[in-house]
């Protein structure tokens, strides 16, 4: 017999430490390095070295190999191997795209895991045995005709010999293939001494099986450990599985190490209503208990079913609670943060130029092409130019920005310098990206187009000292591009389209997962099957939820379950067993706290518990300890009842006399105030104070629609325009504005279609305006003066307004003012004017007298161009015979404008809108002290 | 034999019960749990099924029980979107799909986009083509609010996309216009009212039908009342006979107008903008929410061998199970049918396989609800009939449960009482009224329980009548509090708490005042799915936050934080900071950004700030701590930032409330989750500027064991049942609640195939539109049946609240029903009366009375949901635990280092490292020897290894060459060499305290009891560099020599750095 297989009881601790004793023992002197380890995680190993080192005498050696098969086989490959490459797992779809070109990408990542199945389970089965045997289990399942799904299955089978020919043709090798090799030269090359078999991968694939009996074959004495206990056999399907093979070699004794007292199958489990909860349960549990002196975090692992959901919820958590912990855990390359840089470049480059991902890279840390001043200002300037996307837009940046500043204030020189500096950065993006943009490709065009812009980009240049992190992002981003060049190289060029090529680039980056570095410190937080083989005093085991643990198989395109079982490929069953024997290892080697739990709610889901927990479930007794900053915090403000509200009170300056001052400097004498702000005042002073006197507002992100503030300039300009050089006859009327609205579209620059569409909507409105004209002069007034600015002082205020037209009467003094409006309009009643909801109109006329005193004004009217029509203040077109008296009005309105400055001086800005239901519609309305009733959120049936 | 069955099953019946039963009874004739497919009306019903299901199994059969329970999750008790979800994966690959398909999460950014895109291309790249013209048309009637009208029309119809693709315009049958056309033409009043007038039909393309309708205009008063209805003439049957008909003849010219204006729109749409959408759609091979049930349907109408393939996979179905059969839409019943079809028929292979199918449907059309999402109540009566028609009178059977387990006698005689009379429908009333069956009480407790009604009288707008209602909740609720009128599991009575209490609103509308009421009585609550998430001042003081952060130049972000709570600057201090006039635009005219380092544009609020530094220590802390934040964007994950300044900046301490709590975590989890699936910083404050609009709701609160008044809406009081409910609000109006462009669009389903849509932006012609006013209608009989369901949720006592207003006109209210029914009347000292008095328990009473029976009441309100009361423990220090041993890994390179040599050399620089140091490692080893050959034969093979493009392996294998040729030539050669008692890649682990190191070093030569240690520097260096690199490597080299010196037990250790480039080595020790 060449050794021992040592059958170990659940709950057995330490079980790595007695085998290696063994090993050691079987060795002289301090060179180690006839030992072969094999173990199941490189997390586990990790731990081996580490449990290794503890246990030799020496204090320093020459240490054994410890390896997973995995790492085992492709060390050896690489040492051995003379003439093949490697095709990385996450290049076999592209592989297999290239073998059948019409599936999706996630198609062929499903026929390449079919393909690694097979190869794995069926290492010696021929193509012609597999198709037979599946063709006997289709017909013995007793259907009237499967042709689809027969056809699916043998197109892959069909696949998987071109695959298996191409890569041998080309001397590239797979994953499996590197087994089966290493299998092949462990023969001739290799001797052990002293072989352990730390038995925890259990599911060995037939395979893997090959390669560890070529293993004990070349082996002088094997160590091997496996798991065996009669009280519960139905958890041990897995290790006993393990442990026929092992005997059917017939070179091994056994021997049975002693029973533990109890088996633990029906623990206490723990519900929270949320993952949050959950995670501080077991953060509380844990310093609770270290404090108490009963727990120590070497010896506690903190695991839940699906680590990725909890991730970095435990890491925030946990540093809340100043717990040390180390988590272990992959991480797709697509999710780091230079990675993500660059994936917005290639979105930005592919779909372009769309403002948000222009501006994130542009923005981007992670590029230092590009100065400082881009990355703080482009974000802004480009909202502020309204860029949507478009190579157009970004040339037109810097005129787009200037103007768009100027609109609203003035611009200086060094403001200037700095927008053309971004300008030209922004050209030099375009340029650079151009020559990457092609609609067709191969991967190695791209690849190499990828690498020169990244590097004229410099991106990651300059982080790499601080941050080890972004070295090993950057190779592994880059062994992809070089992965993709040799593929292309040895298999043949494909072109795809830039969008074909996103896809699968971004597939690549999703599937490439990037290693962490194994650090053991504090708690250890592992994914659930990453514990395998690890022992704990302690373990929290969380997420115990049925739809995570012990989860469904992953779901397979190619072949039912049912035919899966029958070709003894992993399937439903052994999901379940692999997942219950590693949960009932974990949880019996555990003797201090063990703590199960799970969420049970989830956005609108009712998450029920795992099928293996007990049925002792129990609510979670909340801790009457503060562990955090953050709790501590709240449980003060809490005692204090603190009142968020008090922070956002109504704003009133009428005590404070320094504001006062910068008010009435601000809003003096001098200030000019236009109508149009005043009326802003009574609709709501608080907003008021923030748009008007706070200046504050954002930016709306860039629309392509022609706004309606937009047609109202163009309107006004062309009722300007009309009559600029004089009054026409109204014979001439139609011709002349079909002529003005030309020339002032073609000054405007807007596009092709909105020009278009505007010149039908007028045209369609000129009979109408024409009516309207017609009727005026009938009245016997004329346009008098066209868009005049007016100022006129109220006592000290000065007021200010821009009349769109004044009409005159031929024959005397009187006169009419209009205001064109394009936006909803209605009647004015002196009511509105009374109560200060109105005070445009009349105040036009005050300023208007104040400037023309000679002038009698017999109206004032708003042109509705919307409604085609005028809606005359005094003279309504209703039959309704009272009219109102125009001073009268004026009065009103005076009066109020005189009472609105003051308190705009006073700094009063009450909470008084004018109509509640604007306040639904109010940017302000989450910080603003009015609380309004729900009415006013924006609410849609599908809310109840 | 088990027979088909539909169940009408009333609330309270236990209608869960019965489907757990049923499930369980099919599980008993041995049928395996994955041919029975459960339909359920949401993911939590599925949940709770199966809890039903696996406890009731418990009792009943253990050893099935624990086979099933491992299965747990292949048990298909699911919605019908997730089960037509597994099904389309199932075809994933056959409709050309991924496979591993998702629901796409975000589908209004692509529709956004596509909106964007297919105007852009149509309005620039297709001038002069049918739909640049159909665009304009579209647009232009509408004037300066043509495109967002049309916008927003686009949207509504995308909301509504699963019907809207299956939709079609109604059309006129030409041949009824024409035979009109002629009655009129012949009728004597034509002549008589309109001599000269040409009544005439449309050329049958319609094409002329705009000038139909023109002149029609000038007419209209002839035959129409100023409000547009036929004027009547009752004493001539002749001439109101002609009245009709113009009326007749002139709204279908009306209608067929504005269909045609509409179908123009909606071939747009379709073709155009929704075309845009789909193929993005397409090009993902992902599906959104709406296409599941579509894509489901056709699958199973258009792919022949479906049911061979799920059958294939295991996956196919002979048992059907639904809940809450009201709510299932025609498509979901067509689906429904397609599944169980084959059976249905009597062909199927399955009969000949001797299994038997049979599909289960339970629920109420009582407590149909979801109109608005197509659910109608009819599918009862239409699964009825396809039922009867298709299986054997032995086959199936109906029942009509009458049962009633939940309520006390008062509620259900008052049930019994009122909704007969609201509910009118007879037997032959279209299908879409309810009709009401007594309830009989099952409940076995003699108590009769409460029902009362609470009506205040007042008048004016309804936000001030919600006001009154809401405080007489109030009352009401201090009235009962502590009253032994709720019964437990034993039926003993027991004293009121809050928690028993539920107040059921119809919509959200008035929620506040009822919270303010409450509040303003100490009366503890909690809103149950609150919404508006995003208006929530904690909210939008976070969101401001990662604005500003990710772009600093936002002033208004930047205001809203500084002045919150986290920084609590006054207004006063804002207001001079944003005056601060003092601050010029630059330094100096020349600077630029770029030349000047220290001036910032001092155009934001944040330059502004940042300039006002100097006058308070107070603004430089806060600014120090922002800078350092904005500095961190990118490089640290976004929801650590706000978690530490939430920390720093205590914003805890203000947001200590627990609903504020949870929604600050619900907060940081959205942030969390965006940036774990890639977002950008700014990509997350779009996403935020996105979705802040939309309706979202608020993060539950737990409610477990909290004494709490419960306000929810009676659609998320589907299916709950509590001791004590208030029905508020009887006296709101049904008003349209739907906004504009949805309003104006009206779907109208009438099977799974056949959908009309009709769009009619005019009031005043929906008004004549028969479609409108039916539907219409419609909504009515669905306020009855929300009415029931709220009604019916009561176990022991129901209170009904509201104002009347004797005054009013009567328009239709739940208090206008009820008045009716009842015989309400307000008779002397305001007091009310009414028909009632053989119900025990009920009463009518006015808040006069009320105020009365509560003058006395004080209440005493522990405030037991708030800081316990025990003084709670600190613990904030952290865990200081050494672990056993650190282990270090020696690495060859130092970081610092190999980032140098890969800034100046480039990438493969590091990698041809590694290279030279195995082709080093196999000659020591002797595996290779050192010539040229065998050094580029072992390169090679290197470079395969490495996946080492071609194009950079020339260069590389040049400078493998070169140094070949360098240490040809120096002393390096013969340390390369085999030699005996020589180590290459000596692998080693040294144990110090409680470090443990381990390693590898290049090459170990012993001779002369002394151990030389050599490690390879294969990189270029310059000489200059050489002393600084071994002060560098120094620590690395003595770990070396203690290890080897331990391990051969020699006290004498000598360490060299070994320049490969240079040919040089280097002693160090
Ligand atoms: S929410 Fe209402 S009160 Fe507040 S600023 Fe807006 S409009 Fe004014």
Same mark, same amino acid.
């Given at each position: 017999?060449? #050794? ?279 953060? #509380? ?494 009245? #016997? ?164 | ?911 041809? #490292? ?156």
């Amino acid at each position: 017999m060449k #050794g021992t297989i040592y059958l170990a009881p659940f709950g057995k601790q330490k079980a790595t430490e007695f085998l290696l004793t063994k090993a050691i023992e079987s060795i002289e002197g301090n060179d180690f390095s006839s030992i072969l380890y094999i173990g199941p995680t490189p997390r586990k190993i990790r731990d081996a070295q580490i449990t290794f080192a503890k246990l030799v005498p020496y204090p320093s050696f020459i240490p054994p190999c410890f390896y997973t098969i995995k790492q085992f086989a492709s060390e050896f490959f690489q040492e051995y191997s003379k003439d093949k490459r490697i095709l990385s797992d996450f290049i076999k779809p592209l592989l297999i795209k290239k073998l059948s070109p019409d599936i999706t990408i996630g198609y062929a990542q499903a026929i390449a895991d079919f393909i690694r199945e097979i190869k794995q389970y069926h290492p010696d089965t021929s193509i012609e045995e597999l198709k037979k045997k599946i063709l006997a289990e289709l017909e013995a399942k007793g259907i009237f005709s499967y042709d689809e799904v027969q056809k699916q299955i043998f197109s892959a089978i069909d696949i998987l010999t071109k695959y298996n020919d191409l890569l041998r043709k080309n001397n590239w090798v797979d994953a499996e293939d590197i087994l089966t090799y290493t299998t092949e030269i462990i023969k001739e090359k290799v001797t052990i001494k002293t072989l352990v078999l730390d038995g925890f991968f259990y599911d060995l694939t037939r395979i893997e099986e090959k390669l560890v009996c070529e293993l004990i074959n070349k082996a002088e004495k094997v160590l091997a450990l496996s798991f065996y206990d009669s009280r519960t056999p139905e958890a041990y399907a897995l290790p006993q599985e393990f442990l026929t093979f092992l005997r059917s070699l017939n070179v091994l004794q056994e021997e049975k190490l002693p029973d533990l007292p109890d088996i633990r199958n029906d623990l206490p489990y723990y519900v929270f209503s949320s993952i949050e909860e959950e995670v501080e349960a077991i953060a #509380g549990l844990i310093k609770k208990q270290f404090f108490e002196k009963k727990l120590s975090l070497n010896h506690t692992i903190v695991t839940f079913s699906r680590l990725r959901d909890y991730e970095s919820l435990v890491r925030r958590t946990f540093t809340k609670y100043g717990i040390p912990y180390s988590i272990y855990l992959t991480k797709p390359l697509s999710k780091t943060q230079p990675v993500i840089a660059v994936i917005e470049l290639l979105r930005s480059i592919i779909n372009g130029y769309p403002r948000s991902s222009t501006v994130a890279v542009l923005s981007s840390p992670y590029f230092k092409r590009f100065s400082s001043a881009t990355k703080e200002w482009i974000g802004h300037y480009s909202r502020l130019a309204g860029i949507i996307k478009d190579e157009r837009d970004w040339k037109g940046f810097e005129k787009r920005t200037i103007t768009a500043i100027e609109e609203d204030r003035e611009i200086t020189d060094c403001e200037i310098q700095t927008i053309k500096q971004i300008q030209k950065e922004i050209n030099t993006f375009l340029a650079l990206t151009s020559r990457f943009k092609q609609p067709h490709n191969s991967l190695t065009g791209f690849a190499q187009g990828l690498k020169q812009l990244l590097a004229q980009f410099e991106w990651c240049q300059g982080l790499e000292t601080e941050n080890q992190q972004v070295v090993k992002i950057k190779n592994e981003f880059y062994r992809i591009l070089d992965n993709m060049e040799s593929f292309e190289l040895d298999f043949g060029k494909t072109e795809y389209s830039e969008d074909e090529f996103m896809r699968i680039f971004e597939y690549l980056l999703n599937y490439h997962q990037l290693l962490p570095e194994v650090e053991i410190k504090g708690v250890a937080v592992l994914e659930f099957l990453e514990t395998r083989g690890l022992d704990c005093d302690h373990l929290f085991f969380g997420g115990l939820s049925e739809d995570k643990f012990p989860g469904e198989v992953k779901y397979d395109p190619v072949l039912p379950l049912w035919l899966k079982q029958r070709l003894n490929l992993p399937g439903l069953e052994r999901h379940l067993a692999r997942a219950k024997f590693h949960y009932f290892r974990l949880v019996n080697t555990a003797r201090g706290e063990t703590f199960l739990s799970y969420y049970n709610t989830d956005a609108d889901r009712l998450l029920l518990p795992s099928p293996f927990l007990g049925n002792d479930q129990r609510n979670f007794e909340p801790f009457n300890i503060i562990f955090t900053q953050e709790q501590s915090a709240r449980h003060q403000g809490a005692i204090e009842r603190i009142d968020f509200t008090k922070f956002i009170s109504p704003v009133n300056f009428s005590q404070d006399q320094e504001i006062q001052k910068v008010l009435a400097q601000k809003f003096g004498p001098t200030h000019r105030f236009s109508v149009t702000l005043l009326e802003k005042y009574p609709r709501c002073p608080h907003r008021f104070y923030l748009e008007n006197v706070l200046e504050l507002s954002n930016l709306e992100e860039p629309r392509y629609e022609v706004e309606a503030k937009f047609w109202g300039n163009v309107s006004h300009k062309i009722m300007e325009r009309l009559y600029q050089r004089g009054i026409i006859p109204i014979e001439k009327l139609e011709q002349e504005i079909e002529k003005v609205v030309d020339a002032v579209l073609q000054e405007e620059n807007l596009p092709v279609f909105w020009q278009e569409a505007f010149r039908r909507i007028f045209n369609n409105m000129i009979p109408e305006l024409i009516k309207i004209e017609q009727r005026m002069r009938e009245q #016997g007034y004329q346009p008098l003066k066209i868009e005049q600015y007016f100022t006129a002082d109220l006592n000290d205020i000065r007021l200010s307004a821009r009349i769109d037209r004044i009409d005159k009467r031929s024959d005397s003094n009187q006169i009419r003012i209009i205001d064109y409006k394009t936006g909803k309009t209605s009647n004015v009643s002196a009511g509105q004017i009374e109560s200060g909801f109105h005070l445009q109109l009349p105040l036009y006329a005050y300023i208007v007298k104040k400037n023309r005193p000679k002038l009698e004004i017999i109206d004032v009217g708003i042109y509705s161009l919307a409604d085609n029509k005028v809606y005359w203040l005094i003279s309504k077109d209703t039959n309704n015979t009272e009219s109102n008296d125009l001073n009268q009005l004026i009065e009103y309105a005076v009066a109020h404008a005189q009472k609105i400055v003051n308190q705009i001086r006073q700094g009063i800005f009450d909470l008084k809108p004018l109509n509640h239901g604007d306040c639904r519609n109010c940017d302000y309305l989450p910080i603003c002290p009015m609380k309004p009733d729900e009415e006013n959120i924006n609410l849609s049936q599908e809310t109840i | 034999m088990l027979k088909s069955k539909i169940v009408s099953s009333p609330a309270g019946s236990g209608k869960t019960q019965k489907l757990a039963e049923r499930y369980i009874e099919l599980l008993q004739q041995n049928i395996p749990p994955e041919r029975i497919l459960t339909i359920t009306f949401t993911e939590k019903a599925a949940a709770e099924m199966k809890e039903r299901i696996f406890q009731l199994l418990r009792e009943k059969d253990l050893k099935m029980y624990q086979i099933l329970k491992e299965k747990s999750l292949s048990l298909r008790i699911q919605t019908i979107d997730s089960f037509c979800l597994s099904l389309l994966k199932r075809f994933a690959v056959n409709i050309g799909l991924q496979p591993d398909l998702e629901v796409l999460a975000d589908p209004k950014a692509i529709w956004t986009d596509s909106v964007y895109d297919t105007l852009m291309t149509i309005a620039e790249k297709e001038k002069g083509t049918s739909d640049y013209e159909q665009l304009l048309n579209s647009i232009v009637p509408n004037k300066f609010r043509g495109w967002p009208n049309l916008k927003k029309l686009f949207d509504s119809l995308f909301e509504k996309r699963q019907s809207i693709e299956r939709g079609k315009i109604p059309s006129y049958q030409y041949a009824y216009l024409e035979s009109l056309v002629s009655q009129i033409k012949n009728h004597p009043i034509t002549s008589q009212k309109i001599p000269d007038f040409p009544i005439r039909a449309p050329k049958e393309d319609f094409s002329d039908i705009d000038d139909i309708r023109k002149d029609l205009e000038s007419i209209k008063h002839t035959f129409l009342t100023q409000k547009n209805c036929p004027s009547s003439d009752i004493c001539h049957p002749e001439i109101h006979e002609w009245y009709q008909l113009m009326f007749q003849y002139w709204r279908i010219i009306l209608t067929v107008v504005s269909n045609q204006r509409f179908s123009v729109i909606f071939d747009l749409f379709i073709k155009r903008f929704l075309g845009e959408y789909n193929n993005r759609k397409k090009v993902l091979r992902q599906v959104d929410f709406n296409d599941l049930e579509l894509l489901t349907y056709r699958v199973l109408t258009e792919h022949p061998e479906w049911s061979n393939i799920l059958y294939i996979f295991d996956e196919h179905t002979d048992h059907i199970l639904v809940d809450e059969f009201q709510d299932t839409s025609f498509l979901q019943w067509a689906i429904i049918t397609k599944l169980a079809e084959e059976w249905l028929s009597g062909l199927g292979a399955k009969r000949e396989r001797g299994i038997k199918p049979t599909i289960f449907l339970v629920g109420d059309d009582k407590q149909s609800i979801y109109l608005f999402r197509n659910a109608h109540s009819e599918i009862f009566e239409k699964a009825k009939s396809y039922l009867t028609s298709r299986l054997k009178s032995d086959e199936l059977e109906i029942v009509e449960d009458t049962d009633n387990y939940r309520s006390l006698s008062s509620i259900i005689d008052f049930t019994n009482l009122v909704f007969p009379k609201i509910m009118t429908a007879n037997k032959d009333a279209p299908p879409w009224q309810t009709r009401y069956r007594h309830f009989v009480r099952k409940r076995n407790n003699p108590n009769p329980g409460i029902v009362q009604i609470i009506l205040d009288t007042a008048e004016g707008k309804m936000a001030n009548l919600r006001q009154i209602d809401a405080e007489l909740v109030a009352l009401k609720i201090l009235d009962i509090i502590n009253k032994p009128i709720v019964f437990d599991i034993q039926e003993n009575a027991r004293p009121c708490r809050f928690e028993d209490i539920a107040i059921l609103l119809r919509r959200r509308t008035h929620l506040t005042r009822y919270e303010n009421a409450l509040r303003k009585y100490n009366i503890p609550f909690v809103i149950v799915k609150g919404a508006g998430f995003y208006d929530s001042p904690e909210i939008a003081i976070l969101i401001s936050l990662v604005n500003f952060l990710s772009d600093p130049t936002r002033n208004y972000d930047l205001y809203v934080v500084l002045k919150s709570p986290l920084f609590a600057l006054s207004e006063k201090e804002l207001l001079l900071i944003n005056e601060d006039l003092q601050c010029d635009l630059c330094v100096t005219e020349k600077d630029t950004l770029f030349t000047s380092t220290n001036s910032d544009l001092k155009i934001s609020l944040w330059t502004r700030f940042k300039n006002n530094a100097k006058t308070s220590a107070r603004y430089q802390d806060v600014i120090s701590k922002l800078t350092n934040w904005i500095s961190q964007i990118g490089y640290r994950p976004m929801v650590e930032i706000l978690e530490e300044i939430l920390d720093i900046q205590n914003g805890w301490k203000t947001f200590w409330q627990p609903q504020q709590v949870v929604n600050i975590k619900k907060f940081l989890k959205i942030v969390e989750d965006l940036e774990n699936n890639g977002s950008h910083p700014l990509a997350i404050c779009d996403y935020f500027e996105k979705n802040k609009d939309q309706e979202e709701s608020k993060a539950n609160v737990n409610t477990e064991g909290r004494n709490e008044v419960k306000l929810m809406t009676i659609h998320s009081a589907k299916g709950l049942q509590f001791p004590v409910v208030f029905f508020v609000g009887l006296d709101e109006k049904f008003e349209n609640h739907r906004k504009n462009e949805s309003a104006y669009l009206l779907i109208n389903e009438v099977s799974e195939s056949e959908v009309w849509v009709s769009y009619e932006p005019d009031s005043n012609l929906r008004k004549l539109s028969p479609l409108f006013d039916e539907y219409k209608s419609k909504e009515l009989e669905e306020e009855k049946r929300i009415f029931y369901v709220g009604v019916t949720r009561a176990r022991d006592a129901l209170f009904l609240t509201g104002v009347y207003n004797p005054k009013s006109s009567q328009k239709e209210s739940r208090l206008n029903w009820l008045i009716n029914a009842l015989d309400i009347r307000l008779i002397e000292d305001n007091k009310l009366s009414c028909n009632v008095d053989n119900i025990p328990g009920f009463s009518i009473i006015s808040v006069n009375e009320l105020k009365q029976t509560i003058k006395n009441i004080k209440v005493q309100l522990s405030d037991d949901n708030q800081a316990s009361q025990t003084q709670p423990v600190t613990l904030l220090e952290p865990i200081i635990e050494e672990p056993e041993y650190h282990w270090r890994a020696v690495t060859k390179e130092l970081t610092e280092i190999e980032s140098r040599v890969r800034q100046n050399y480039g990438e493969h620089w590091i990698i041809l #490292g590694d290279i030279l140091h195995k082709i080093f490692e196999k000659i020591s080893q002797g595996k290779i020897r050192y010539t040229i050959e065998d050094i580029e034969t072992e390169a090679v093979s290197q470079f395969l290894i490495h996946n080492i493009p071609k194009s950079n392996q020339p260069a590389m294998l040049d400078e493998i060459k070169k140094q070949f040729e360098t240490i040809l030539n120096s002393e390096i050669l013969s340390l390369i060499q085999p030699q005996n008692n020589s180590y290459a890649e000596l692998p080693f682990v040294l144990k110090e305290n409680k470090i443990v190191y381990s390693g590898r070093i290049d090459r170990v030569i012993i001779k002369d009891s002394v151990v030389n240690i050599y490690d390879y520097k294969t990189f270029p260096i310059s000489e200059t560099e050489i002393s600084d690199l071994i002060q560098k490597y120094l620590p690395q080299l003595k770990i070396y020599q203690k290890a080897v010196s331990k391990i051969f037990s020699v006290s004498k250790t000598k360490s060299y750095l070994v320049f490969t480039q240079l040919g040089k080595i280097i002693p160090c020790s």
